[in-house]
């Protein structure tokens, strides 16, 4: 697939939209499955291939490539970021300085409100006391999930703690993961896979057409399988990679998705947007994954 003569992406501007640190680990919205299978529409069979992936962090997408249980995904969806894991500790450290004074300052205001005799002015720092204290018990528990998030972070290993979730809603573990050295890939054995078989995507070499019609299928900020539409806008070279850019909506929860055409067939794994921007994201070309995994997946 050839460049279409644009520059690539500065490498600075890209950002990979799976959030990892930033959101509450709570105020996640609750998931949304798919309310039935159908087997007649291309694009409803790939949403049926694609798998919801869960790991300490976060979430993230993927899909069969074939039938023997083999789910694709990006290698950011099941390696954490050791930059994100640094800021994480920086967000602890901040965090605990800040309940430290708060803590010093709750005292000394006690300490205050016990020397003042009864009147106005203690009802009022009482008020203000509680408030205070119900804003400390806040950030402290923030501290505490924060705290644990990191520590399964620190200790997390890929056979016990990624889950799968498929489009009947079953959760399975995995049996075996194959991280690639050169792309932001990573190819998935699901535990339980001579169970299937699993619907799976056919890919598509050739190029499509600026302004042909492309499909995201994922599970953005948690409401799984959703399928969203857009266009190829082009085809460009970032390192070592064919990116296809598009419109299509690539959010956090998008990532390791396929990219698919009006056939159903696979032509891309979503993995990156451009910062500060609304429109630009990239896909993988299916080509990388075949030459990095044509071993691996049966025909």
Excluded: C
């Excluded at 644990?148 to 573990?173: F, H, M, N, W």
């Excluded at 956090?252 to 009006?262: E, K, T």
């Amino acid at each position: 697939m050839a460049d279409d003569g644009a520059p690539p992406p500065a490498a600075d501007n890209i950002t990979i939209p799976v959030n990892v640190v930033d959101n509450d680990p709570l105020s996640s919205p609750p998931a949304a499955t798919a309310t039935h299978q159908s087997r007649g529409n291309p694009i409803e069979m790939a949403r049926n291939a694609t798998v919801l992936i869960q790991t300490p962090w976060g979430s993230g997408a993927g899909f069969f490539v074939d039938d023997r249980g083999h789910v694709l995904t990006n290698r950011h969806v099941v390696e954490y970021n050791r930059e994100n894991i640094n800021k994480l500790r920086e967000r602890l450290e901040q965090l605990y300085n800040a309940l430290v004074q708060e803590k010093k300052y709750l005292s000394s205001v006690e300490d205050r409100i016990a020397g003042l005799p009864p009147g106005g002015t203690k009802e009022q720092m009482k008020e203000q006391l509680t408030y205070r204290r119900s804003e400390y018990d806040k950030y402290k528990k923030l501290y505490d999930d924060l705290e644990a998030q990191k520590r399964k972070i620190e200790y997390y290993t890929p056979l016990s703690d990624v889950r799968i979730t498929t489009i009947d809603g079953q959760v399975r573990g995995i049996s075996d993961i194959r991280i690639s050295d050169d792309f932001d890939l990573a190819l998935i054995s699901i535990k339980g896979s001579p169970n299937g078989p699993w619907t799976y995507l056919q890919p598509r070499f050739s190029a499509l057409r600026q302004g042909d019609k492309v499909y995201t299928v994922g599970n953005p900020s948690g409401f799984q399988h959703t399928v969203t539409s857009g266009i190829v806008s082009g085809y460009r070279t970032y390192g070592s990679s064919t990116m296809i850019q598009t419109d299509a909506p690539i959010n956090p929860g998008n990532s390791g998705g396929p990219l698919i055409d009006s056939d159903g067939r696979v032509i891309g794994v979503n993995t990156m947007i451009l910062k500060n921007t609304q429109g630009i994201g990239f896909a993988i070309a299916i080509q990388h994954v075949w030459d990095e995994y044509s071993s691996n997946i049966s025909d």
